[in-house]
């Protein structure tokens, strides 16, 4: 789904990342590798470790496909830096295989405040032409894209309701999906989100044939 956004011309992808062609520039938010791990560790309660592997596959995808020069992680990366330390060898040896040869810049976030231990670049705030990075949207700002929310947006069509993960765009934002597969979501209704987005707002739900509408509040 293409954006005119600050001038610029993105791209809402399926699985949910932004990708700008001009400045060979993907960004993806809310990856929350290790987030089962981080669960164990503070509850014990177990769920299958497979949601990092899932990730980094979906994103290995992604990035096969477009092939960035610069990849923006918009904070929480990891469900927390103590799930960084501890992924696995290979799970590791993967990411850092993901980080070959690009740029690579992670946004710090609630979860992850702090540099992982990984390669790449952190930042608070990233600025790359006309746009701004960060995690958390500021309602004071312009040309910003940023996540943390894990946005939600349903469409009533046909009798049937399809809720889906979603892009929010206004003519200032973008807050974008979560790309973690074991991530919940913040309906594009809440009031929170009702707030912060322009009344002429819409919503791009992901999907194999994202579609644009006027957000749901």
Same mark, same amino acid.
Not at 83 to 98: F, G, I, K, M
Not at 175 to 199: E, I
């Given at each position: 789904?293409?954006?005119?956004?600050?001038?610029?011309?993105?791209?809402? @992808?399926?699985?949910?990342?932004?990708?700008?062609?001009?400045?060979?520039?993907?960004?993806?938010?809310?990856?929350?590798?290790?987030?089962?791990? /981080?669960?164990? !560790? $503070?509850?014990?309660?177990?769920? %299958?470790?497979?949601?990092?592997?899932?990730?980094?596959?979906?994103?290995?995808?992604?990035?096969?496909?477009?092939? %960035? !020069?610069?990849?923006?992680?918009?904070?929480?990366?990891?469900?927390?830096?103590?799930?960084? #330390?501890?992924?696995?060898?290979?799970?590791? &040896?993967?990411?850092?295989?993901?980080?070959?040869? $690009? !740029?690579?810049?992670?946004?710090?976030? #609630?979860?992850?405040?702090?540099?992982?231990?990984?390669?790449? &670049?952190?930042?608070?705030?990233? =600025?790359?032409?006309?746009?701004?990075? !960060?995690?958390?949207?500021?309602?004071?700002?312009?040309?910003?894209?940023?996540?943390?929310?894990? %946005?939600?947006? =349903? @469409?009533?069509?046909?009798?049937?309701?399809?809720? /889906?993960?979603?892009?929010?765009?206004?003519?200032? $934002?973008?807050?974008?999906?979560?790309?973690?597969?074991? =991530?919940?979501?913040?309906? *594009? *209704?809440?009031?929170?989100?009702?707030?912060?987005?322009?009344?002429?707002?819409?919503?791009?739900? =992901?999907?194999?044939?994202?579609?644009?509408? %006027?957000?749901?509040?």
């Amino acid at each position: 789904m293409s954006l005119s956004f600050a001038g610029e011309k993105l791209h809402a @992808l399926p699985e949910g990342a932004l990708w700008w062609p001009a400045q060979e520039v993907l960004v993806v938010s809310d990856l929350h590798l290790g987030k089962s791990e /981080r669960i164990a !560790r $503070r509850s014990g309660q177990l769920l %299958p470790p497979y949601e990092t592997i899932e990730t980094l596959a979906k994103l290995k995808a992604v990035l096969h496909a477009y092939r %960035p !020069r610069v990849v923006v992680s918009l904070g929480d990366s990891f469900d927390d830096l103590p799930a960084a #330390n501890d992924l696995e060898d290979p799970v590791r &040896e993967q990411l850092l295989h993901l980080q070959d040869e $690009r !740029r690579w810049i992670w946004i710090e976030g #609630n979860h992850d405040a702090g540099p992982p231990p990984f390669a790449g &670049e952190v930042h608070g705030i990233w =600025t790359h032409g006309p746009l701004t990075f !960060r995690h958390i949207a500021d309602p004071a700002a312009t040309a910003e894209i940023s996540g943390h929310f894990h %946005p939600k947006a =349903t @469409l009533h069509a046909r009798g049937r309701a399809i809720t /889906r993960p979603a892009f929010l765009v206004d003519g200032q $934002r973008i807050v974008m999906p979560a790309f973690g597969v074991y =991530t919940g979501g913040l309906r *594009s *209704s809440d009031v929170t989100l009702s707030a912060l987005m322009a009344s002429d707002a819409t919503a791009v739900l =992901t999907g194999a044939t994202p579609c644009q509408i %006027p957000m749901p509040r």
